[in-house]
C-alpha cells in the first residue's frame, strides 16, 4: 500500500500474497457470485494452498469485510499531537491514509464496497462491523490522551464520528475523493459542535 509499504522481503511477499488472494476472490465473486464461491476455488486461482488463505482470512466473508485501512488510521489517529481534539484527530487521520492512495487502491477499495453492499449477508456483517469501528475509534482517542479506553466519553464521540460518516457516505460503495471531501465538511460541523473536556 502506498501508504504504509511493507518493509522487507518477507513482508513484501506476505502484502503481495494477501493482495493476489484479495483480488482473484473479488474476480470470482463478480464472475460467478459471493455464494457460488468457494475457498479452494479462490486458493485455486490465487495459486495458494487452503491452509494459507485461512493464515491471510479466517473465512471467506473477511476477504471482503476486512478493511485494510483501518490499522492505518488507527496509527495515525495516535500519532496526533497531545490535544489534537479527536474530531480533528480523526480527520487528519483519514487524510494521512486516504489522500495517500493510489488510482489502483481506489478503485480495489471501490470495488471490496460495491461487493459487500451487493450481498445481504455481508452487508448485516459489515453493519455489525460499526460497533468495532466504534470500539477501534474510541480505543485509539483514549490511548493517545492517556485514558482509558472505556471511558464514556470517548465512545460517545467515536459513535458520534461512525454516524457522520455513516450519514453522507454513498451508499453502493462508489466512496472517492469527492466523498472523502464530503465526509471531511460532514465531520467539521460535528466538530464546530463537539468538545471533549
Same mark, same amino acid.
Given at each position: 500500500?502506498?501508504?504504509?509499504?511493507?518493509?522487507?522481503?518477507?513482508?513484501?511477499?506476505?502484502?503481495?500474497?494477501?493482495?493476489?488472494?484479495?483480488?482473484?476472490?473479488?474476480?470470482?465473486?463478480?464472475?460467478?457470485?459471493?455464494?457460488?464461491?468457494?475457498?479452494?476455488?479462490?486458493?485455486?486461482?490465487?495459486?495458494?494452498?487452503?491452509?494459507?488463505?485461512?493464515?491471510?482470512?479466517?473465512?471467506?466473508?473477511?476477504?471482503?469485510?476486512?478493511?485494510?485501512?483501518?490499522?492505518?488510521?488507527?496509527?495515525?489517529?495516535?500519532?496526533?499531537?497531545?490535544? @489534537?481534539?479527536?474530531?480533528?484527530?480523526? #480527520?487528519? =487521520?483519514?487524510? %494521512?491514509?486516504?489522500?495517500?492512495?493510489?488510482? /489502483?487502491?481506489? +478503485?480495489?477499495?471501490?470495488?471490496?464496497?460495491?461487493?459487500?453492499?451487493?450481498?445481504?449477508?455481508?452487508?448485516?456483517?459489515?453493519?455489525?462491523? @460499526?460497533?468495532?469501528?466504534?470500539?477501534? #475509534?474510541? =480505543?485509539?482517542? %483514549?490511548?493517545?490522551?492517556?485514558?482509558?479506553? /472505556?471511558?464514556? +466519553?470517548?465512545?460517545?464521540?467515536?459513535?458520534?464520528?461512525?454516524?457522520?460518516?455513516?450519514?453522507?457516505?454513498?451508499?453502493?460503495?462508489?466512496?472517492?475523493?469527492?466523498?472523502?471531501?464530503?465526509?471531511?465538511?460532514?465531520?467539521?460541523?460535528?466538530?464546530?459542535?463537539?468538545?471533549?473536556?
Amino acid at each position: 500500500m502506498t501508504s504504509s509499504p511493507p518493509t522487507g522481503l518477507r513482508e513484501r511477499k506476505k502484502a503481495k500474497t494477501r493482495a493476489a488472494i484479495r483480488d482473484h476472490a473479488m474476480r470470482l465473486f463478480e464472475e460467478q457470485g459471493y455464494a457460488a464461491t468457494t475457498v479452494d476455488q479462490i486458493a485455486e486461482a490465487a495459486e495458494v494452498s487452503q491452509s494459507t488463505f485461512f493464515r491471510y482470512f479466517p473465512t471467506k466473508e473477511d476477504v471482503i469485510l476486512t478493511d485494510d485501512y483501518d490499522p492505518l488510521i488507527v496509527e495515525a489517529i495516535k500519532a496526533q499531537p497531545p490535544g @489534537t481534539p479527536p474530531v480533528r484527530a480523526l #480527520l487528519e =487521520g483519514m487524510r %494521512a491514509v486516504f489522500l495517500s492512495l493510489d488510482e /489502483d487502491e481506489w +478503485r480495489s477499495e471501490q470495488r471490496r464496497q460495491r461487493i459487500y453492499q451487493a450481498v445481504p449477508e455481508l452487508r448485516v456483517r459489515a453493519m455489525n462491523q @460499526t460497533v468495532l469501528a466504534i470500539d477501534m #475509534l474510541a =480505543g485509539a482517542l %483514549a490511548e493517545r490522551d492517556g485514558e482509558s479506553a /472505556d471511558d464514556m +466519553r470517548y465512545r460517545v464521540i467515536a459513535g458520534a464520528m461512525v454516524g457522520v460518516v455513516l450519514a453522507v457516505a454513498p451508499p453502493g460503495g462508489h466512496f472517492d475523493l469527492t466523498d472523502f471531501a464530503r465526509v471531511e465538511e460532514a465531520l467539521r460541523v460535528l466538530e464546530a459542535s463537539l468538545t471533549l473536556r
